[in-house]
C-alpha cells in the first residue's frame, strides 16, 4: 500500500508468516537470521544506534552499513536505508507481532519519500525489491526454500 501522508510517500508492506514471532524478528535483527533470506553475510551490532554491516558477497567486498535507527525487544526494529537516491536515508520501520497459530505477522513500513517523480520511482523500484524479499522471508521459514538459489532477484 502506498501513502501520501503530511510528511510524504510511504510504502507499506504486510506478510502473515506461519513461523514463531520470534523466529521472525530474529530474521530481522541477528546475522544468522539476516542470511537466512537477505544477505549472504553481515555484522549485526544490535542496539538502539548501532548497524548493521550487509554482505552481498560471502567475501564482504564491497558491504553495505546501515544504521540500527530503533531497537525494542516487543518485535520492532528500524533500519536507515539507502534507496539509492544520492546518500538520503529513508528509514524502514519493520514490526512483527504474534499471529495466528503461532504464526507472525510482519508490517514493512518505509518513508517518507519525498513526492516528486525522480522519489516516487525509486519508491517504487525499491518496493518492488522489499516485497520479493519478504516472500523470500517467508518461503525461507515456511518451507524451508531460499529463493535467492532457485529464482533470483
Avoid at 551490532?45 to 560471502?58: H, I, N, V, Y
Avoid at 512483527?96 to 504464526?103: D, F, K, L, R, S
Avoid at 522471508?137 to 531460499?146: K, N
Wanted: glycine share 6%.
Amino acid at each position: 500500500m502506498v501513502r501520501l501522508e503530511n510528511d510524504g510517500v510511504w510504502v507499506t508492506l504486510k506478510e502473515t508468516i506461519a513461523a514463531h514471532h520470534e523466529e521472525v524478528f530474529a530474521c530481522l535483527t541477528t546475522e544468522a537470521g539476516l542470511i537466512r533470506w537477505f544477505p549472504v553475510a553481515c555484522q549485526v551490532e544490535l542496539r538502539t544506534g548501532g548497524q548493521m554491516k550487509l554482505a552481498f558477497d560471502a567475501k564482504f567486498r564491497r558491504p553495505l552499513t546501515i544504521p540500527i535507527l530503533e531497537y525494542h525487544e516487543d518485535g520492532r526494529v528500524s533500519w536507515g536505508w539507502y534507496p539509492g537516491i544520492g546518500d538520503e536515508m529513508v528509514p524502514i520501520h519493520w514490526t512483527v507481532t504474534p499471529e495466528v497459530e503461532q504464526g507472525a505477522r510482519v508490517i514493512h513500513r518505509h518513508g517518507p519519500f519525498r513526492n516528486d517523480t525522480e522519489h516516487l520511482i525509486e519508491l517504487a523500484n525499491d518496493a518492488e525489491s522489499w516485497r520479493w524479499y519478504m516472500c523470500n522471508l517467508r518461503t525461507v521459514l515456511e518451507a524451508r526454500v531460499d529463493m535467492r538459489h532457485e529464482r533470483p532477484l
